[in-house]
């Protein structure tokens, strides 16, 4: 399968504990997208990635949460002391160009 | 204000009926428009893009495009139950970003 990978898919953690999310793109994809979505809304835009280089980043998304692309190839989110408003489900799309195409997504539950 | 509006439905139609599906955009927004596809507990799939105005059709699939109204719209002939899903409107709002409605439940009754 060469679609978007993500992992773990489900992680329940304890509220001030950091959490690491892996995210795989579509190989020839240089643009790659965090979402978080929680139920009953939309995906919310986190960050944006154009190769290695973090193009944009919400305003929405505190200093507790951090993501990388090294080398422009796989991407980690990195969320440090979580808060029981961070349980969501976190997104990762590739894209070619405007179209994005997103992995299966990690839930995340805070206790 | 959202710069992405949908109807947050539930909107219920039967089976081998059409189910028009309505989006609003700000004009702060792109005018890259896509329609995604989600099943309950599942991540979203792209069923749909448009970028120009007028319509661009796919098997069932049509989505309309009127910039002037800023209004895009997914119409699916033929609806099956296993069309019943949450259908996202998204736009391209550049910087890499694309800006997701809430979405628009539909239930498809057999």
């Known amino acids: 399968d060469t679609g978007v990978s993500q992992d773990p898919r489900h992680k329940i953690t304890k509220r001030g504990q950091n959490v690491t999310f892996r995210c795989d793109p579509i190989s020839e994809h240089n643009r790659l997208y965090w979402y978080r979505q929680t139920l009953g809304q939309g995906p919310e835009f986190l960050t944006y990635f154009q190769n290695e280089a973090q193009l944009e980043k919400s305003r929405l998304l505190s200093d507790r949460f951090s993501a990388e692309r090294p080398k422009g190839s796989f991407s980690t989110l990195e969320i440090q002391r979580t808060e029981q408003g961070d349980s969501a489900m976190y997104l990762c799309?590739?894209?070619?160009?405007?179209?994005?195409?997103f992995g299966q997504g990690t839930r995340l539950t805070v206790v | 204000q959202k710069e992405v509006e949908q109807n947050s439905g539930p909107l219920s139609v039967p089976e081998g009926a059409i189910a028009s599906l309505n989006c609003t955009y700000s004009?702060?927004?792109?005018?890259?428009f896509f329609w995604y596809r989600q099943y309950s507990g599942k991540s979203p799939e792209l069923i749909m893009s448009?970028?120009?105005?007028g319509d661009k059709e796919d098997g069932r699939f049509t989505a309309q495009l009127n910039k002037a109204s800023q209004y895009v719209s997914l119409l699916i002939r033929d609806s099956q139950p296993s069309d019943s899903a949450t259908y996202l409107c998204?736009?391209?709002?550049?910087?890499?970003?694309?800006?997701f409605g809430d979405g628009t439940t539909l239930t498809v009754k057999p």
């Open positions: 998204a736009a391209f709002a550049g910087a890499g970003k694309s800006t």
């Open positions: 448009i970028y120009s105005n």
């Open positions: 799309a590739s894209s070619p160009g405007t179209e994005a195409f």
């Open positions: 004009d702060r927004v792109s005018q890259s």
